[in-house]
């Protein structure tokens, strides 16, 4: 398969943006734990796909992160890539073709990074014009070796140390993040929360997810609108308590189960909810 047709079929699948690479380079990436689930996932694996699909739907009130609020970026994704693997699969019946968005051993944005897919964000993002940071990755795993795309290692953002600068936990780093310190991370955490992690999560405007770094990014100033209708339509903005109250883990996914913040159940979203009223505790509270 040439580089134009997959051009022709990734397009056709609304990506954004492409690129390939052998897993032998990826591997570098990889720790060797992830090295093993990959290759029994696809044994003997040639080549990594990868790219980027938007998802921005312009800036509207809420308490969810925006990549929250669409459909399941790990169903649409994989679903639009699957267009791609089912190509393949008629070029190359006796290939594997493992689809994949944030939940396989690849190191998604390494991938897309080592591909020339956008820009190296300081807060560990992909920063791909005009969409900005606001683009799911996903991956292709192969043992097909392809044709592909010649590749340059994609440069550094600005610099500008504005992520860094606003993060409200302190979590970025010049040398990566501490995502301990995340509240992205935070407000998906199951259980209790130390009195450090309240505060943080009490005082965020968010029940899930976190977009400041993302909001204070020079190249997220004015960016272009997702093209891909599972990520503009029927967006669920925010969550209250009342939309929570009595379902169990079953009634809940079956009434969003379509949804990002489905994954971990309710119990985390009623716990961020009850921590935004008067009432919460504050220990920790600086």
Not at 160 to 184: N, Q
């Amino acid at each position: 398969m040439t580089v134009t047709m997959l051009n022709e079929a990734f397009a056709a699948a609304g990506a954004a943006a492409w690129g390939g690479l052998p897993f032998s380079e990826l591997a570098e990436d990889m720790t060797a734990e992830d090295m093993a689930k990959a290759e029994q996932l696809c044994p003997n694996p040639c080549t990594v796909l990868v790219a980027a699909f938007p998802y921005y739907a312009g800036d509207r009130p809420g308490n969810l992160s925006l990549y929250a609020r669409g459909r399941d970026y790990h169903q649409v994704v994989t679903g639009r890539l699957n267009t791609i693997c089912y190509i393949l699969k008629e070029k190359y019946p006796n290939g594997i073709y493992l689809p994949a968005a944030d939940n396989s051993p690849l190191p998604e944005r390494q991938a897309a990074w080592r591909c020339g897919i956008g820009l190296r964000g300081k807060n560990g993002l992909v920063i791909l014009p005009p969409y900005g940071s606001y683009v799911f990755l996903g991956t292709i795993l192969t043992d097909v070796e392809l044709d592909l795309p010649p590749r340059t290692t994609s440069p550094d953002c600005v610099g500008c140390g504005k992520c860094l600068a606003a993060c409200p936990g302190g979590a970025l780093e010049e040398g990566g993040v501490d995502l301990s310190r995340c509240l992205s991370e935070l407000t998906q955490k199951k259980g209790e929360l130390t009195g450090e992690e309240t505060a943080l999560v009490k005082t965020h405007p968010l029940i899930w997810g976190c977009d400041i770094c993302q909001q204070v990014c020079p190249y997220n100033a004015h960016p272009a609108l997702s093209p891909l209708p599972e990520f503009r339509e029927g967006l669920v903005d925010a969550l209250e308590g009342a939309d929570l109250e009595g379902l169990t883990n079953r009634t809940f996914r079956d009434k969003y189960g379509d949804r990002a913040f489905a994954w971990r159940g309710p119990a985390p979203l009623r716990r961020n909810l009850e921590l935004k009223m008067p009432s919460a505790p504050v220990e920790g509270l600086p």
